[in-house]
């Protein structure tokens, strides 16, 4: 086993990360854009990015379009983008997917960036059709982890407060709230069900439960295409590279 790490909120990062793993040779069956974070003090990037944006959705769809020719030659393989029902609280503001004019880094900016891996994870699953490659979004629920740390939640937010002591008394453990994730990026019986969403309901039950999303973004194939070409846009724009877009 090898562990690497990459800081998904720095695109230089992101780049030696998917360099390095090329350089090894490894196949990809299962890519889980799992890293993100939640209800943060607010920051702005040096190169224009609200944290949150950047670390939950710019960073995800950089890696996973760097490393997509290793998942396709590793087909059959999944893309897994970890969402959330948070998502509902959320908006796309097209005039701004970099949320460079963001102030909170609130529960809103959280949503949306939730709404954006729904969104991305149903658009790549739309653009390769006919690869050997899935997609699939999916949620843990409410799991008792330890987002409230010291150095992770802005705890002068109510928000916070409020999470934290919600997944203290009402959490799932951290091993339940990880089986939406691994069933969609290995249940063999999902083959074929790419582009769909998975997670417990509002109650934390049922983890391995197609569902739908709040937002109707998800659903609307103009939506999903044009984030996926602007967020690919800002990308080559901020790092300066071509990138290989299926």
Same mark, same amino acid.
């Given at each position: ?7 998904? *909120? ?5 780049? @030696?990360?998917?360099? $390095?793993? +090329?350089?090894?040779?490894?196949? =990809?069956? /299962?890519? =889980? ?12 990037? !040096?190169?224009?990015? $609200? ?24 087909? !059959? ?9 948070? $998502? *509902? ?9 970099? /949320? ?39 949620? !843990? ?7 409230? *740390? ?12 409020? =999470? ?20 969609? @990026? ?5 083959? /074929? ?5 998975? /997670? !417990? ?9 197609? +569902? ?9 194939? @103009? @939506?999903?295409? +044009?984030?996926?070409? $602007?967020?690919?846009? =800002? ?12």
């Amino acid at each position: 086993m090898d562990l690497m790490m990459v800081d998904m *909120a720095d695109f230089g990062s992101v780049k @030696a990360f998917a360099e $390095e793993y +090329r350089s090894k040779g490894f196949p =990809i069956h /299962g890519l =889980i854009n799992n890293a993100g974070i939640f209800l943060v003090k607010p920051e702005q990037t !040096p190169d224009g990015f $609200e944290i949150t944006t950047k670390t939950n959705h710019f960073g995800p769809v950089l890696l996973t379009l760097l490393l997509l020719d290793v998942v396709k030659k590793s087909a !059959p393989s999944r893309l897994i983008w970890v969402g959330s029902p948070a $998502e *509902a609280f959320g908006s796309p503001d097209w005039s701004d997917l970099k /949320g460079a004019k963001d102030t909170k880094s609130d529960m809103n900016m959280y949503g949306r960036t939730k709404l954006f891996n729904i969104m991305s994870s149903t658009e790549f699953n739309r653009r390769l059709q006919g690869t050997g490659v899935e997609s699939f979004s999916c949620h !843990p629920g409410v799991a008792k982890t330890d987002l409230y *740390a010291p150095g992770k939640m802005d705890k002068d937010k109510l928000s916070s407060k409020v =999470i934290d002591t919600t997944q203290k008394f009402a959490g799932q453990s951290q091993e339940r709230g990880a089986l939406s994730l691994l069933m969609t @990026a290995t249940e063999p019986s999902l083959t /074929g069900k790419g582009g769909s969403n998975w /997670g !417990p309901n509002t109650l934390n039950m049922s983890n391995t439960t197609e +569902r739908g999303t709040s937002s109707d973004e998800p659903w609307d194939e @103009a @939506a999903c295409a +044009r984030l996926l070409n $602007e967020t690919v846009k =800002i990308l080559e724009e901020t790092t300066g590279d071509k990138l290989p877009v299926p």
